[in-house]
């Protein structure tokens, strides 16, 4: 199993970034995925997730900002992250999950820094 992000990279405070994640491996449309996201010295953050049916559920402190959305055909999940925050920078992670994420995998990071 692969989880291929990428995308990351720095922005300015306002600025704006698409994250994607390609998945092989696995049978993509089976799987819930979900963007994570850590900083040093803090707990790891659900970020955005999207089922296999396509609705999206995201963190208080990015509803608004983040959309998170899939291609099926493509086996790829894409975060657009809009009116970005010194505190959006963090290493993001893809994660695909099923049966109540028992089955988990997860990607490697992609640095996002957002500069004030």
């Known amino acids: 199993v692969q989880l291929q992000a990428c995308g990351g990279g720095l922005v300015q405070t306002g600025g704006s970034l698409r994250l994607s994640c390609a998945a092989s491996?696995?049978?993509?449309?089976?799987?819930?995925m979900s963007w994570h996201r850590q900083t040093p010295g803090k707990q790891r953050e659900l970020v955005a997730s999207?089922?296999?049916?396509?609705?999206?559920n995201y963190a208080d402190s990015v509803k608004g900002r983040f959309t998170i959305t899939r291609d099926n055909a493509e086996n790829t999940v894409y975060l657009q992250m809009n009116s970005l925050k010194p505190e959006d920078t963090a290493v993001y992670y893809c994660v695909a999950g099923r049966d109540s994420y028992r089955t988990q995998f997860w990607g490697q990071g992609t640095q996002v820094t957002v500069s004030s």
């Open positions: 999207i089922t296999t049916g396509g609705s999206g």
């Open positions: 491996g696995i049978t993509f449309r089976n799987y819930i």
